[in-house]
């Protein structure tokens, strides 16, 4: 019997030359439906002026085929910590499969192990 194929959404924060993305990503081999991400902490990111956590990305997305991910910027690292921005994150992914069998993740971040991490910008 022909093991089952199943979503696998998770959040991710992506810290690259200095620079924080936060990533919903589907690293399962089957497509998700109806994703919501909550978050524990509201995030501010763009220099404290916007509320990335509150965003539309994080509310619903209908549709998201296995192995896409999709990434917002949040902040220079310098900013998000000069702004004393939440580093003890939770994230709670909820979505659904084909069939409707909903499934939750709750993954936990420390961006604090970004903190002293060297990097060159061009």
Not at 51 to 63: G, P, R
Request: glycine content about 6%.
């Amino acid at each position: 019997m022909a093991e089952a194929r199943i979503p696998e959404v998770i959040v991710d924060f992506i810290f690259e030359s200095g620079l924080f993305h936060i990533a919903i990503i589907n690293i399962g081999d089957a497509a998700a439906y109806k994703i919501s991400v909550t978050f524990n902490r509201e995030i501010k990111g763009l220099g404290g002026s916007k509320a990335v956590s509150k965003m539309a990305l994080f509310q619903n997305i209908e549709f998201m085929p296995p192995q896409k991910r999709i990434a917002t910027f949040l902040d220079t690292s310098t900013s998000y910590f000069r702004q004393q921005q939440p580093t003890d994150i939770e994230a709670t992914i909820r979505f659904s499969d084909s069939q409707g069998k909903s499934y939750k993740n709750i993954i936990k971040h420390n961006l604090n192990i970004y903190r002293d991490i060297g990097f060159i910008t061009s």
